[in-house]
């Protein structure tokens, strides 16, 4: 049976998400209490649009129902931490029949790092496809749902720092780890990006998710983060990620049209000095709907304007992203979509 990852803009059935419980990413009451506000503005307004299950650790669904829609299902599962996008399942289709499967990556805390927790993340994938009642496709490969982004149509976009960390996938050369991932949700061609934003490779960083440097927007168009001010880091990086892409076809061999977007104008994190990497690619894309981190940003309607030209059809709203960005994500790390299921 051959499956295929269908595109992020495709009709979803639901969103999955992951409630923050007290981890080594929430050091204090404060900030999980910041967290869970910033978790469920996020689930409240994708609920606006289409259906939300949210999967609770043990023992907190009071938190959970004091700030969620009531619409909002809620599910109770052992957590260690709260990014649904990398820890959740990555559901594919079956060609012809639309089936659903669930492709279960091996997670490892984004590569072992020290502070991370992983023996009830590991397990999510399985649980939300037991859930979905589908069946799941186990992979060896070491990855997360923000370290791949697809068209749909055969492409699939890596970075070499995610998928070739010696912590994740040791030996791994391109060849075997883009067999593993064509095998495994459909595509044909691999374009591989050097690396991610500069502030993700910060204490609770990805070490370069694809996901809030280039995403695509529609088969041959892709969205890139773009950094304008020279002052920043990734001023550097988002050329050097433009001039990749720019010479790259799709699996479909049309050249890619590059859509840049900028940067929020703050460069630098007020607490601590570190370079933020605020980003509006890490966008949620929901049935009518496109959820863009906003930062209370000038930059911030400039974003939107490109989205709502892209996606003309959809609801562009901004949620304050600012909190899950101090966790070491955005919008589109803490949610992951359950496609509908049928040709």
Same mark, same amino acid.
């Given at each position: 049976m051959t499956y295929f990852m269908p595109p992020e803009w495709a009709p979803h059935e639901r969103t999955w998400m992951a409630w923050p419980g007290p981890n080594p990413t929430f050091t204090d009451g404060e900030e999980l209490a910041g967290a869970r506000a910033a978790w469920a503005s996020v689930a409240n307004t994708v609920r606006g649009f289409e259906p939300v299950t949210m999967v609770v650790g043990t023992g907190q669904l009071d938190s959970a129902r004091e700030l969620l829609d009531p619409a909002v299902e809620l599910v109770e599962r052992d957590l260690d931490d709260? $990014?649904?996008?990398?820890? !959740?399942?990555? %559901?594919? @289709? /079956?060609?012809?029949? !639309? &089936?659903?499967? =669930?492709?279960? $990556?091996? %997670?490892?805390?984004? !590569?072992? &790092?020290? $502070?991370?927790? $992983? /023996?009830?993340?590991? @397990?999510? =994938?399985?649980h939300v496809a037991d859930l979905t009642g589908v069946p799941v496709h186990a992979s060896p490969l070491v990855n997360e749902g923000g370290g791949i982004h697809v068209d749909g149509e055969g492409t699939v976009l890596l970075t070499e720092t995610v998928q070739l960390d010696p912590d994740r996938n040791q030996g791994w050369s391109k060849e075997h780890v883009e067999a593993e991932v064509h095998a495994r949700i459909g595509t044909s061609k691999a374009i591989w990006l050097p690396r991610g934003l500069t502030g993700d490779y910060g204490e609770f960083g990805t070490r370069g998710h694809v996901d809030i440097v280039a995403a695509f927007a529609a088969p041959g168009v892709v969205l890139v983060h773009s950094q304008e001010d020279p002052a920043h880091p990734d001023f550097e990086v988002s050329r050097e990620i433009i001039g990749v892409l720019s010479g790259q076809t799709d699996a479909q061999g049309r050249p890619l049209e590059i859509v840049e977007v900028p940067a929020p104008t703050v460069l630098t994190d007020p607490d601590d000095g570190s370079w933020v990497d605020y980003s509006y690619i890490n966008h949620y894309l929901c049935n009518d709907g496109v959820v863009l981190c906003g930062f209370d940003d000038p930059n911030d309607e400039r974003a939107a304007a490109v989205f709502r030209r892209l996606f003309p059809s959809r609801t562009v709203t901004l949620v304050d992203a600012r909190t899950i960005f101090a966790a070491g994500g955005g919008i589109h790390c803490i949610t992951q979509q359950q496609p509908v299921a049928g040709a």
């Open positions: 709260a $990014w649904m996008r990398d820890i !959740g399942p990555t %559901f594919v @289709k /079956e060609a012809g029949t !639309g &089936q659903l499967a =669930a492709v279960d $990556w091996t %997670f490892n805390g984004w !590569g072992a &790092q020290d $502070w991370a927790r $992983w /023996e009830h993340d590991s @397990k999510i =994938a399985r």
